[in-house]
């Protein structure tokens, strides 16, 4: 009777934990709802969201990329221009007719914009995560990520201090693809990197699995309620940045030297509360949806301390950094440039996919350099 007893409150183990965890996430949806407004409470949410679908189906950027650099397995990337294909069909006509309610991820492209893309496809390699990717990571408890996330919102906030300085050595105007005709030139353009990528693939990987078309669509419609809720597409770095710069400002930190932290918008921001902040809110949720994630599948972290040597942990601390210094000079990560970028129609989109790309068939050279491959 004992072990048959014992035997059912093992087994209800996993039931009360994962009802757990269902309840804690609603519960911060609610109490964040009723602390701050309906619509910040609706943002934590579409972050959990983002957290649930990018860690459970394991949807990514860093990843893909590598898969292809290395394997000429292009299933990821396809998934990623099917995602933001869904996205431009619905979210330009949808900016067009906002008058203005709704804004894109628009940017000038300009030679701090180029380099910093560069560097950041460089980095995420490295440490195998982009702005999402390290959210995701650090919330499903991989250690190097754990150690890169607080740098890369230091360099974030570094290069937002900066961003003025850099954006002065030259750049375009801002070029926007807009309406249907916008939607037309996406969608063709999107096809012919996949098309390109077909070409490139290796016959065993040109197919897209079902697990990916359900996480592309899943994202795409997070990332529409996004822009619908927020008014503003989906991003992570400035999120981060200001993480840093409010925990400065209430240190006593000076921000006189900072043209951005300066801006009437900025100073604005730093006086109100994290919970207002939409992409600090979608970033939470991101964390905390890869950390249910995580825990419902293994019932905990289970991810083991990696067996690295010291040189590969300062690797991470660098190149933290430098995926948030770069990202905020490059106007965003693989989610706010490539993804927001791209599917609301701004031409820097397209220039930080090309540039970014091309910094990480250099990444994935570096890491096992920077003895960040585990031993086995």
Known sequence: MTTLTETHIAAAAPVWRRSALVLAALSAVFATALLVGGRFGLMLAIGLG??????????????????????????????????????????????????????????????AMIAGAFVFGAAMQVVLGCGSGTLVNAGSGNAVSLVALPFFALGSFAGAYH?????????????????????????????????????????????????????????????????????????????????????????????????????PASVARLKQSLLTDYTSLTNIGIVFGAFLVASWRTGGLSQKLPRLPGLAWIAAIVAGFLLGYSSRLAFGCNVGAFFSGISTGSLHGWVWFASAFAGSVYGVKLRPLLKLEPKT
């Open 163 to 263: 961003l003025f300085w850099w954006t002065g050595l030259g750049a375009l105007p801002v070029i926007r693809f807009s309406g249907w005709q916008g939607v037309a030139v996406t969608l063709l353009g999107l096809a012919a990197v996949a098309a390109l990528l077909w070409k490139l693939a290796t016959p065993e990987h040109r197919r897209l699995p079902r697990r990916l078309i359900v996480a592309a669509g899943l994202l795409a419609a997070l990332a529409l309620f996004n822009l619908i809720v927020a008014g503003q597409p989906w991003g992570v770095v400035y999120g981060l940045g200001l993480w840093v710069a409010k925990a400065a400002s209430a240190a006593g930190a000076d921000f006189t030297g900072s043209a951005f932290w300066q801006a």
């Open 50 to 111: 983002f957290g649930i679908v990018l860690e459970g189906l394991r949807f990514g950027f860093a990843g893909p990329w590598r898969a292809m650099i290395l394997r000429r397995d292009p299933s990821g990337m396809w998934a990623q221009l099917l995602s933001i294909g869904l996205v431009t069909l619905i979210a330009l006509p949808l900016i067009a007719a906002s008058q203005g309610d709704l804004s894109g991820a628009q940017a000038p492209v300009g030679f």
